[in-house]
């Protein structure tokens, strides 16, 4: 069984930074695309990065340019780096693969707001 624990979340004021991480217990990253995701409340989760074994990466472009997914593989970590945040980008944050492969973490909680 695989667990997922994603932290580094809390309260940033617009324009901040912020980076998330994301460990996995029972599994490694190796032959996965991994994947950050976001949900609001009352709204569908979001796809936000993405991050081949190889480090190949993809980006939504409400985040292009401001967020960098990185991944450890040998260490089962990944990292979501979050620059000028905006109130819009206020929710909580997984991780899984890119196909939900694993089971869901309580994800953390971003706030941004002055």
């Known amino acids: 069984q695989v667990q997922l624990v994603e932290s580094g979340g809390g309260l940033v004021q617009p324009g901040g930074s912020l980076t998330l991480s994301c460990g996995a217990s029972?599994?490694?990253?190796?032959?996965?695309?991994m994947a950050w995701y976001r949900q609001v409340p009352g709204k569908q989760r979001e796809l936000l990065a993405t991050?081949?074994?190889?480090?190949?990466?993809w980006y939504a472009d409400s985040v292009k340019g401001r967020f960098t997914i990185s991944s450890d593989n040998a260490e089962n970590m990944m990292y979501l780096q979050m620059n000028s945040l905006k109130p819009e980008d206020t929710a909580v944050y997984y991780c899984?693969?890119?196909?939900?492969?694993?089971?869901w973490g309580q994800g953390t909680r971003v706030t941004v707001s002055s």
């Open positions: 029972g599994t490694v990253f190796r032959g996965y695309v």
């Open positions: 991050i081949t074994d190889g480090g190949r990466t």
């Open positions: 899984n693969t890119d196909r939900y492969q694993l089971s």
